[in-house]
């Protein structure tokens, strides 16, 4: 198998199938950027034409309208910071892209109904009818031609690429562009067909009517709006100039729309000229339909592969599909409530019950288990000196995890010390402190948020396969008959708690049944393991489980093996997970017991050093010289493997462990860093957790929707003073606050059960009675929020009833305008629209019909509102409450989301600087990827430790191909270790992790008592 692999790599490499297969994956598939483009043209031209026709208006009645612009400056501000955390990002089919459409919704759907536009001369009725009638035929129109060439796939007459199903999200985007330039042309070219008389007559223009046009014709700058006027009817004219009439397509005289006749003076008789607007939509939806024929049916992308010179065009652009860190605070990612439920199982039904650990001692074939070869690894004894590195919590964001191991998998790292310069060699085997992909063991997790970034750090072998299963490790490479022959990097890893939310199903089947974690060889058996070093130092690997300490089997063998392998002058090191001695201090607890138990009993002063993850950052202490025995001399913590950052000051105080004093040496960040990074939970929790709208905008709403609507609001601003009308405001919170208790049933069960869990989300570190008082404070904050963004809503839409903009007709207003201008600026002497009613059995105009009526939400809520403070909430129907109800959380909770971002981002900045409580939840919130370490060993040949911690202050957001590992020739049997240039991408627009590396941290645990009895090698 593998030397046929083997055999097959020169020739996939002769015909450059990597490269071609690299371009034609997912990640790079035929976008329809050009949607993207032709939007922000279509909205450049909208702005352009609105200036030049009613930028003076806007001027000289900017002043009447000051309490209207105020409306305005409200409505932008809240729109803007709900939407503030998708600016700038990419364009997806998820949450992100849901909100900026329904952003664009019901903020259309609110300013159209104010009269700053209106007085301005322009009328958005026309164009937003106008807008859902194109946007709905297109989509429809679009779904039949997909349907109909999916169909001619299906029967053989289209090529096999037809089959690949449109993306929906395409489809919904190019019919927005289409109708927003459909719009757009008619709004400042109208709908006419013929012109009779040359004029500018501003009319003829569509909507909008300048109201100065003939008073400043002296003025200078007014003049170059007149020529700026005529430049774009010469574009209207000529340019976007009517297809042709009737007479010249007789064949589809019965299915176009006419345009109608723009003269001075009467016109007489009907247009025969088809309509520009159709025909620019025929022309958008043509150009669609053939790109999509031409990209799919006849698959000319795939059949005609690009040149040499477009292919390094492209290669420059082509960028790793790294994943981005967890959402912690997510309330729609599945990962997350399936990490809840996993660990609910395993908690209940693995710990205590079903161990893994349990599984693997009674799976050893050999009865002693200090001689256990499945265990006990003694192939690096016989080295003169060793490099060794170690990191943890890795597999959260690609960019961090691929930073660090960019680092390890270099050759060489040239580092500062003091004044002289150091180089610091590859590690010859890595060890990984747990943790390995978050938020839960899965094979995505595993493959995308571990291997990935390892791979492209270090690439496996070339017969390396992902769905393979070593079955009888270690599978040594090609040509290596012994372990200790081997000369490349290994990889040796303890699983942490994450780790065994499946109970370690995923662990033992990416770890403990693969060969290679990257270019990392990984010889390891069983979840645990001991490692004996040159010098008489040995590493231990204890896995922890669940409860955070080791189980009787482990501790077993350990126990055996300090009783029969490791010298009296040994060293070891102690790995665990969790740092027990920072965690049992900030706890007040007392976990590991047995840990405890066989470091001071069975090693007895040979514990050099504990090292741990699980914390996301980096201290170090060191025991302080006294005459008590010392059973850990130096205590090490570095998390900063890839996971978000965790604080330091919350630490500061510690300074006892096994009865001995202990001194920090060093932390990263420091504490003062530490202490500032907290600060973004106010500027920045909602743009780091926009996932979270989903569940701090329906609990608002749970504990105010009964309260609307409030129909005496109007009566705050009777007073004149602004003293009287807050104290007036403030009564009618109480007011509602105290209907809500009384007699909202669910408003007030919601809001007793908020209670509760903000008593139980405080950490038990505080007393009762502090977590009574901060729980009520904090949901305290929450409901007057709540209730003051329920008044100043209700006060918007009271104020605009009563000035006649809401409420003031019935559910389909906007419709039945439409329809009238429709037959007036639309002729249809065909009677198409006649015979696309009958054909579709009434569909046609109902969908349009109802289509608007559900996106004039302020009016549906207007008119019930209206009709609830006249005669009842129960004179409403259950579906017209559910309706008023919908509508009224559609604008709620543009409000609400971004204030329950801001309040529990002040009560966790408040929690971590002030009380040191909530130190996990205030930082995984702002999911900081930079502050990234690692710590790397030389074992010299004096028997010395040397431990340096290199760190990157920023990780890069993007990166590209690098260059010289492109070009750095590559074998077909070369192992990725041998290469200069070992990592596949390097940093695109910031300063790359080998160049800013640094050193946080040095020092050098000496052999002492000197080398004399060291145990041999096995």
């Not at 289209?158 to 993306?167: N, T, Y």
């Not at 780790?499 to 990984?522: A, E, P, Q, V």
């Not at 029969?564 to 060293?571: R, T, Y």
């Not at 609400?896 to 205030?922: K, M, Q, R």
Request: net charge positive.
């Amino acid at each position: 198998m593998g030397t046929s692999m083997h055999s097959m790599s020169p020739l996939l490499d002769t015909l450059r199938m990597e490269k071609m297969r690299t371009i034609l994956t997912h990640t790079y598939p035929y976008p329809h950027e050009h949607s993207r483009h032709a939007l922000t043209a279509v909205i450049v031209g909208c702005l352009f034409f609105i200036s030049s026709d009613n930028i003076q208006t806007l001027i000289q009645k900017l002043d009447k309208n000051f309490k209207w612009w105020s409306m305005y400056i409200c409505l932008f501000g809240f729109f803007y910071f709900f939407s503030s955390p998708f600016v700038r990002k990419t364009i997806k089919p998820n949450y992100s892209n849901f909100s900026r459409w329904y952003i664009a919704w019901i903020f259309v759907a609110a300013i159209y109904h104010l009269p700053s536009f209106q007085s301005m001369g322009v009328d958005l009725r026309m164009n937003l009818s106008l807008f859902l009638t194109i946007y709905l035929s297109s989509v429809l129109f679009l779904i039949v031609f997909h349907i109909i060439f999916l169909g001619l796939w299906y029967v053989g007459l289209a090529s096999r690429v037809a089959g690949k199903r449109p993306e929906i999200l395409t489809i919904i985007q190019n019919c927005a562009v289409i109708s927003i330039a459909c719009c757009v042309f008619y709004s400042h070219c109208g709908n006419r067909s013929v012109q009779r008389e040359s004029s500018l007559d501003r009319r003829s223009f569509g909507w909008f009517t300048p109201v100065f046009w003939r008073q400043h014709e002296q003025s200078t700058w007014i003049s170059k709006f007149m020529r700026m006027h005529e430049w774009k009817e010469q574009v209207c004219s000529s340019w976007f100039a009517p297809v042709g009439s009737a007479s010249d397509y007789p064949f589809f005289s019965k299915w176009v729309i006419y345009g109608e006749l723009a003269c001075n003076g009467a016109c007489t008789g009907s247009s025969q000229e088809i309509s520009p607007i159709y025909s620019l939509w025929a022309t958008f939806i043509g150009l669609y339909i053939a790109n999509h024929v031409v990209e799919c049916s006849t698959g000319w992308a795939l059949t005609h592969p690009l040149s040499i010179s477009e292919y390094e065009k492209i290669k420059k652009q082509m960028k790793p599909d790294f994943l981005d860190m967890v959402p912690w605070y997510s309330g729609t990612s599945t990962d997350l409530f399936k990490t809840v439920f996993d660990l609910m199982v395993s908690v209940t039904l693995f710990v205590g019950r079903f161990d893994m650990r349990m599984m693997q001692a009674a799976m050893n074939k050999t009865p002693d288990e200090s001689k256990n070869g499945d265990l006990l690894y003694d192939h690096f004894c016989n080295k003169d000196e060793l490099w060794f590195d170690f990191m943890a919590d890795t597999g959260d964001g690609g960019n961090s995890t691929y930073a660090v191991t960019r680092l390890l998998a270099q050759p060489l790292i040239r580092v500062k010390i003091g004044g002289s310069k150091r180089v610091l060699p590859r590690g010859d085997f890595l060890l990984v402190g747990g943790d390995l992909a978050y938020p839960n063991p899965s094979e995505f997790t595993y493959e995308r948020r571990l291997f990935l970034p390892f791979e492209y750090a270090l690439q496996p072998p070339a017969c390396y396969r992902s769905e393979h299963i070593a079955v009888n490790k270690p599978e040594l490479p090609y040509g290596v008959l012994k372990l200790e022959q081997y000369e490349g990097p290994q990889c040796f890893l303890i699983p942490g708690n994450h780790d065994w939310f499946d109970g370690l199903n995923t662990f033992m089947r990416y770890i403990c049944h693969k060969s290679w974690l990257g270019g990392w060889f990984m010889p390891q058996k069983k979840s645990y393991f001991a490692l004996q070093l040159p010098k008489g130092w040995w590493v231990f690997g204890f896995d922890q489980a669940l409860h955070g300490d080791i189980d009787v089997y482990q501790f077993k063998f350990f126990a055996e093996l300090c009783q029969e392998k490791v010298g009296d002058n040994d060293s070891i090191i102690v790995i665990t997970h969790e740092p027990t001695w920072l965690l049992n201090w900030y706890w007040n607890d007392d976990t590991g017991k047995n840990v405890s138990h066989l470091i001071r009993d069975y090693m007895k002063g040979r514990c050099r050093l504990r090292m741990a993850g699980d914390l996301h950052h980096y201290m170090r202490h060191s025991c302080v010289p006294s005459d008590q025995p010392v059973y850990a001399e130096h205590l090490l913590v570095n998390g900063c493997g890839g996971a978000f950052l965790h604080p330091t000051h919350v630490f500061r105080n510690f300074n006892k462990f096994y009865g001995n004093s202990y001194e920090c040496k060093s932390t990263y960040p420091s504490y003062e860093d530490s202490s500032r990074i907290a600060l973004g939970n106010i500027l920045k929790f909602r743009r780091k957790n926009w996932q979270f709208d989903v569940i701090g905008g329906f609990i608002y709403f749970i504990i105010v929707f009964s309260m609307f609507p409030q129909c005496g609001v109007f009566q705050i601003l009777h007073d004149d003073s602004w003293s009287g009308r807050l104290k007036s405001f403030v009564i009618a919170m109480w007011s509602a606050f105290k209907y809500m208790i009384e007699h909202s049933y669910v408003s007030s069960a919601g809001t007793l059960l908020l209670i509760l869990l903000s008593y139980s989300f405080i950490p038990t570190k505080l007393s009762w009675k502090s977590r009574v008082v901060i729980g009520l404070l904090h949901i305290l904050a929450h409901i007057a929020a709540a209730l003051i963004l329920m008044m100043l809503l209700e006060m918007g839409i009271d104020i605009c009833i009563r000035n006649h903009l809401l409420a003031t007709s019935g559910y389909h207003t906007l419709y039945e305008w439409y329809r009238s201008m429709e037959s007036e600026h639309f002729p249809d002497p065909s009677g198409l629209r006649d015979r696309m009613e009958k054909w579709t059995f009434g569909l046609y105009p109902a969908c349009i019909k109802y289509l608007m009526s559900a996106f004039d939400i302020p009016e549906v809520m207007a008119l019930t509102r209206k009709a609830i403070c006249k005669k009842g909430m129960q004179s409403l129907s259950r579906g017209a409450s559910v309706i008023y109800y919908a509508s009224t959380f559609l604008y709620f909770w543009v409000l609400s989301t971004p204030v329950v971002s801001l309040i529990f981002g002040c009560y966790l900045y408040i929690c971590i600087n002030w009380f040191h409580i909530h130190f996990d939840e205030a930082f995984s919130s702002l999911r900081i990827a930079n502050y990234k370490a690692f710590t790397r060993f030389h074992l010299k040949k004096t028997g010395e430790l040397e431990v340096f911690t290199l760190a990157v202050d920023k990780v890069p957001k993007e990166w590209k191909l690098d260059p010289e590992w492109d070009s750095e020739p590559k074998q077909p049997l070369q192992l990725s270790y041998l290469r200069r240039f070992p990592s596949k991408w390097k940093a695109a627009s910031s300063v790359d992790p080998v160049n800013s590396v640094r050193i946080v941290d040095h020092f050098v645990i000496e052999r002492t008592p000197p080398i004399q009895h060291s145990a041999p090698c096995s």
